[in-house]
């Protein structure tokens, strides 16, 4: 069965801190997808990479950054987390093509600070 | 960017039939995916309709008009294990990523 996993499920990360969240696909998939999920405002796109060492930002790229060194991970970092990150971070992965299948999303992370 | 509406919230009916509409507006569209999303869950495939029309899949149905930036999904048989949140996202002007609605939470009742 494919798989896009995700580090940690639940996080506490205090104000300040670094943070980095881990996300692993099995399937090959060129695209992989940081997304934050908030109620009201839905799923938005943070950062996205379409090859290995390749990013490209999203719609809320503000106070994140991300790494793609292998294929199959991409890592998405907080610099400084603050409390208006916390949230529901989702990891997701596609090919390239991106038809017929979509996104496989990864259960989540939901990321608190204090 | 890409605007995309759903409705917040629908109830319904079990045994019924439910639609629920999407609107977008995007440049550079490149396809319309439906997602089901049960609470505390991630986001699970549904549908995917690239050109306009129907496409069904068993008691779930998805309809796109390019033309008026719109498609449906249709929920057919409502069982209690469709109450879930629909998300509604189009690919667009951001390359390979997709765009989502706020998703609509669907109850539905005995």
């Known amino acids: 069965d494919v798989k896009v996993t995700q580090s940690s499920r639940y996080l506490v990360k205090r104000t300040g801190e670094k943070v980095f969240l881990e996300c692993v696909q099995d399937?090959?998939?060129?695209?992989m997808f940081w997304y934050r999920q908030d109620p009201g405002l839905g799923l938005r796109l943070i950062y996205f990479?379409?090859?290995?060492?390749?990013?490209e930002k999203g719609d809320i790229p503000e106070g994140y950054s991300v790494s793609r060194e292998k294929k199959e991970r991409f890592s998405l970092i907080l610099e400084s987390a603050s409390t208006n990150q916390t949230s529901m971070y989702l990891c997701?992965?596609?090919?390239?093509?991106?038809?017929?299948?979509?996104?496989?999303f990864g259960s989540g992370t939901r990321l608190t600070v204090v | 960017g890409q605007n995309i509406d759903q409705p917040t919230e629908m109830t319904a009916t079990e045994g019924a039939i439910v639609q629920i509409n999407c609107t977008y507006q995007?440049?550079?569209?490149?396809?319309l995916f439906w997602y089901q999303q049960h609470a505390g869950e991630a986001p699970t495939f549904l549908s995917y309709?690239?050109?306009?029309g129907l496409e069904e899949k068993g008691r779930f149905s998805s309809f796109l008009s390019r033309s008026k930036g719109y498609s449906y999904l249709l929920l057919k048989e409502l069982q209690m294990k469709d109450s879930a949140s629909y998300l509604c996202a189009a690919g667009g002007n951001s390359g390979y990523a997709l765009n989502f609605g706020k998703g609509t939470s669907l109850l539905v009742t005995p």
């Open positions: 990479s379409y090859d290995v060492k390749m990013k």
């Open positions: 309709n690239v050109l306009d």
């Open positions: 995007t440049s550079g569209f490149n396809g």
């Open positions: 399937m090959d998939h060129e695209n």
């Open positions: 997701a992965s596609s090919l390239w093509q991106r038809t017929l299948y979509g996104y496989t």
